[in-house]
Every structure is written in C-alpha cells, then in structure tokens.
T-cell receptor, first 111, second 117 residues
Framework: GQQLNQSPQSMFIQEGEDVSMNCTSS?????WLWYKQEPGEGPVLLIALYKAGELTSNGRLTAQFGITRKDSFLNISASIPSDVGIYFCAGFQGGSEKLVFGKGTKLTVNP | GAVVSQHPSWVICKSGTSVKIECRSLDFQATTMFWYRQFPKQSLMLMAT?????????EQGVEKDKFLINHASLTLSTLTVTSAHPEDSSFYICSARDTWTASYEQYFGPGTRLTVT
C-alpha cells in the first residue's frame, strides 16, 4: 500500500533546539495527522489538520497542511528531553477511512 | 477523552496455542476499529478494519482464518491469533474512531506485545 515519505528518518539534537520534520506524497490527502509514539506504547495524536494551508499549534508543536495537499510539516520549538520518541505523520485520502502512515522520525534529545 | 485500552499489555504463549487480545473504547462509541501490527523500528501496518455487527475487512496478505476479529459491541473489538507461531510475535495495536464525530481521527490503544515461544 501507499506510504508517505517522511523525513528525516532520525534526528539527534541538543535540548533547547528547534526541530522540523515533514511528510510528502505524490497524491492528495484530505486530512493530515501527526502522532508521537514512545517505546512500548501506542501512538498518541498530537495535531490534526483538515484544510489546505491550515496552521495549527499544540503547545510547542506547530504543524501545517500544505497548500498542494501533498505535504505537511511538524515543528517542535525549544525541545526538551521528554520530546524523545518516534513521530509519525499519517493521512486520509478521498473517502477512505484507512490511515496511511509515514515511516516515522526518531527524535533523540541530548540534555 | 478518546481513551482506548488494550488487554493484555503483553502475553507469552506457546506455539500452536491461540491468544485473544481485547480493544476497548472507554469513553466513546466506536462503530469502526482498526487492528495494526508493528515490527521493531518499523511503521504501523494495517491488518484489518473491524466493523460492529459485521465481518471485518482484511488487508491483502492478512489471513482472516488466522487472525479472527470480532466486534460484538460499540466499545469492544477482539483479535484472536489462532495457532500462533513464532513469526506471529509482534506488537499489535488497535485504534478506534468515534462514531459520533465527523472526523476520521483514530485513537490508538497502548498496544499488546505478543511473544510466541
């Protein structure tokens, strides 16, 4: 099945730095979701985006739905150690209720 | 709100036995639930879509007779791994959609770690 192209695959940053990751697709998505997964846990929904161009924040997290509907990015400002985990982008196409996932971005924050 | 639980959180079973995993939506009704499988360092792979009161829809390559899904109520779906083998060892995660909202957002359970010896 189709997967989203998520990059970077991994990031190693210092505490306090800002982080940016993105997802792209060759086809249009109607909804973009960003999840965070910690080891041994299920993904937790961080931000949901429903309209092209939409910019949404959740605390230090900001995500945008690309104008072309084929991409989305997630920014984390002033990272802290508890931000570590794997971040997944996911989206819905057309009338499908099946989520398409990216491969994830593993974030490591050094104190 | 939108809490999904799974039970058990981990299970070890012997090859050839069957294991049942429960997925519950605790504070909302879920006509539709989803079962995923996740291998180490990989993304989630959709196995099947579970619909309350009807048969599950399985993704290509997923054996429906091996992975039995039952969605008998609006808050409970179960996945039974029948005649388990070591290659079935994996992290199984369910998700649920709130029946009464228009969005397709899925809320995930904490996962079940299955180890088949």
């Amino acid at each position: 099945g189709q997967q989203l192209n998520q990059s970077p695959q991994s990031m190693f940053i210092q505490e306090g730095e800002d982080v940016s990751m993105n997802c792209t697709s060759s086809s249009i998505f109607n909804t973009w979701l960003w999840y965070k997964q910690e080891p041994g846990e299920g993904p937790v929904l961080l931000i949901a985006l429903y309209k092209a161009g939409e910019l949404t924040s959740n605390g230090r997290l900001t995500a945008q739905f690309g104008i072309t509907r084929k991409d989305s990015f997630l920014n984390i400002s002033a990272s802290i150690p508890s931000d570590v985990g794997i971040y997944f982008c996911a989206g819905f196409q057309g009338g499908s209720e099946k989520l398409v996932f990216g491969k994830g971005t593993k974030l490591t924050v050094n104190p | 709100g939108a809490v999904v639980s799974q039970h058990p959180s981990w299970v070890i079973c012997k090859s050839g036995t069957s294991v049942k995993i429960e997925c519950r939506s605790l504070d909302f009704q879920a006509t539709t639930m989803f079962w995923y499988r996740q291998f180490p360092k990989q993304s989630l792979m959709l196995m099947a879509t579970s619909n309350e009161g009807s048969k599950a829809t399985y993704e290509q390559g997923v054996e429906k007779d091996k992975f039995l899904i039952n969605h008998a109520s609006l808050t409970l779906s179960t996945l039974t791994v029948t005649s388990a083998h070591p290659e079935d060892s994996s992290f199984y995660i369910c998700s649920a959609r709130d029946t009464w909202t228009a969005s397709y957002e899925q809320y995930f359970g904490p996962g079940t770690r299955l180890t088949v010896t």
